[in-house]
């Protein structure tokens, strides 16, 4: 049963995956959406048929000044955000870290990492004043569990597992809440950017393995953000069954 409902809720990335199963889970209750995206094209096809007001904006989360104006720029009805889905990121690459591509590890860290640091900042300060708020950042088991080829994937989002709770330390006296999901294998579009575009290498990682889909992430965030507002869900950790972590790795020479 719901027992609260955020009004207003941010959805960073909100064009494909995830963020387009996240966007049609809280339309679904009612809630007024901002819906960011890279290009207005993608934006324009997922706000059509949520049936709720939406604030739709172009940005590259990795540009603050970009990200600061979007903020700045808040329709007074859509500026009292009651919840922030940090949802943009991804993975590059899955060379193994001395051979993978520093430009690679640079896109990850600006959009994983700072971008989801510059939406916090400038989400949270209107939470704290208000005294209500929640914070929902989309990790990844990777941050707990390292895989060959992994490297600034892996670290980034172990960063927000740490950011996330060290963030639960500042906010216990303000009533805002933060909480990190972490997924495993999901079947989106994640391993097609991993590939850069490489559909057969991405079908691979997926074929047999039964995994999860983006509604099993929304509903899971669903459930932690409509819990009454005492309860703070620190993190989440979900896998397909199918998925599990592995043994340590040995190198043998003989
Ligand atoms: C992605 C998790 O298991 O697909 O964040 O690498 S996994």
């Known amino acids: 049963m719901t027992t609260y409902l955020p009004k207003t809720v941010m959805i960073t990335a909100a064009n494909s995956g ?31 048929g949520l049936g709720v007001p939406v604030h739709g904006v172009v940005v590259d989360l990795s540009d603050r000044a970009a990200v600061e104006a979007m903020f700045a720029g808040l ?18 690459g899955l060379e193994p870290g001395y051979a993978a591509q520093i430009d690679d590890w640079q896109k990850m860290v600006d959009v994983n990492i700072l971008g989801l640091l510059y939406c916090t900042r400038l989400a949270i300060a209107g939470m704290v004043e208000r005294k209500c708020g929640h914070i929902v950042n989309i990790g990844s088991v990777s941050g707990s569990y390292a895989y060959p080829g992994g490297s600034v994937y892996c670290a980034s989002k172990a960063f927000v597992e740490q950011f996330s709770r060290t963030m639960r330390c500042d906010l216990i006296a303000t009533q805002v809440r933060v909480t990190n999901i972490e997924p495993g294998m999901v079947e989106t579009d994640f391993s097609l950017n991993r590939f850069k575009g490489d559909a057969e290498r991405a079908a691979k990682i997926y074929a047999g393995a039964n995994p999860l889909v983006a509604d099993d992430v929304a509903e899971t965030v669903f459930w932690a953000a409509t819990l009454p507002p005492r309860v703070n869900i620190n993190s989440i950790e979900l896998m397909p069954v199918t998925q599990a972590a592995g043994p340590l790795a040995v190198h043998r020479t003989a």
């Open 18 to 48: 995830f963020g387009v199963a996240f966007a049609k889970r809280f339309a679904a209750a009612g809630c007024r959406l901002i819906l960011t995206a890279r290009s207005q094209d993608k934006l324009n096809k997922v706000v059509q």
């Open 75 to 92: 329709p007074a009805d859509f500026r009292a955000i009651d919840l922030l889905i940090n949802n943009a990121g991804g993975a590059l």
